[in-house]
């Protein structure tokens, strides 16, 4: 799925282009789409994140248009693969990508736990 | 180098965790150290950023006390690594490692440029 | 005019409430719009924030939709006042709501300057 | 009390300022430090805001050292008002300065509760 980005000023620093940690904010906001609005989970997620990696390609600047795809490219027992690349709209051309590993998690048992039935149908769907 | 983390409300999440976000700004305050305490370069830095990976190990709990250290852990001819581990005070724990790849550049021309001399003797003390 | 509020994860405080200064941000949002899309001025603006009030009225909670309204609600020679209401979509109740004080400024000569004829056009669509 | 603001790089803004919202983050570091440190309260406070007000003096930027002032200037029987002083440690220069009014809160029962007698108490040494 990929959707348009809402960029705000604070995201920019002093040279103008969007902060090296803001990218982890734009592939939450692109986990918050998949989570709630395509596969229907509530919006407070109970999984956590166990690793996230970005590669940053080219500058994005401010006032520039940005888009973010977000796919599942892989799915374990317990822990799941998104991958993400943000592009700036006008030339398609890739600002950033990266990838996150998350893992279903008892927030009460604070352990692991395995995938239900119904969020592997979700993730197929991202 | 190994200094302490002020840590701020906003950097913390619904569940009382660090947000995961915020460990890039962690690292970047980590740089921000190095780079102009230790290697006394200007404080708005001419390198780029190039990747930045992190592995969330623990949860770090409004209230913990966190440190963060720094190590250049490989120097190339226009990049290097920085690897970064952040730890409770109270208990030593690891709380979340990673590294980030920068890259110096030429601002005005847009293009990488070799490190100098002088960064590279400021990257051995780091 | 008025339009929806994006919220993100890093908005909510670790009681699930959006954090008292991300509504200054939602205001610099609401801004944002204003100027680049109703008046049709430059993405980063030439003007500085002389003053900014919130009243914080009733809880905004994780999952709650916002839009948020801006008002022009004076304007002098130089300075201008915008003045904000966010309301939850679902009810229409008032979240919160600020003004803030903007002055038109001459960047490199680092004093203000009286509002141009178009701006102040502008900012009667406002 | 009086202490220094560490400052982050995602801080400021496209021009090298302080940006706007950042200061009532800078206000929650001195309630902070106030509540915790000084009145010895627990790090999640149970009070809501229900006011916040900044003035904008004088610009901050990267790389100048800023400390932080905050006052108990008004206790009434449930709500009680802080105020703020931003300045420039390099030459004692205004940044910014502000009040904002905090309400005890029953989160259970949502609702305000008077000051206990211990708050009451460390309000006076702030």
């Known amino acids: 799925m990929r959707f348009p980005l809402e960029t705000r000023y604070p995201d920019y620093d002093t040279k103008g282009h969007v902060n090296n940690a803001t ?3 734009f592939f939450e906001m692109a986990r918050g789409r998949a989570w709630v609005d395509v596969m229907g989970q509530p919006v407070d997620p109970d999984f956590i994140l ?10 994005a600047m401010i006032g520039e248009q940005l ?3 977000i796919t ?15 592009r700036s709209v006008s030339d398609g051309r890739l600002v950033a990508e990266g990838r996150t590993v998350q ?10 736990i395995p995938i239900s039935e119904e969020v592997r149908k979700g993730l197929a769907l991202v």
């Open 72 to 86: 599942t490219t892989e799915v374990r027992t317990k822990a799941w693969v998104w991958s993400y690349a943000v």
């Open 50 to 59: 166990a690793e996230a990696n970005v590669r940053y390609v080219s500058e």
């Open 103 to 112: 893992v279903m998690f008892d927030y009460a048992d604070k352990r692991p």
């Open 23 to 25: 990218f982890l904010t």
């Open 67 to 69: 888009d973010i795809e």
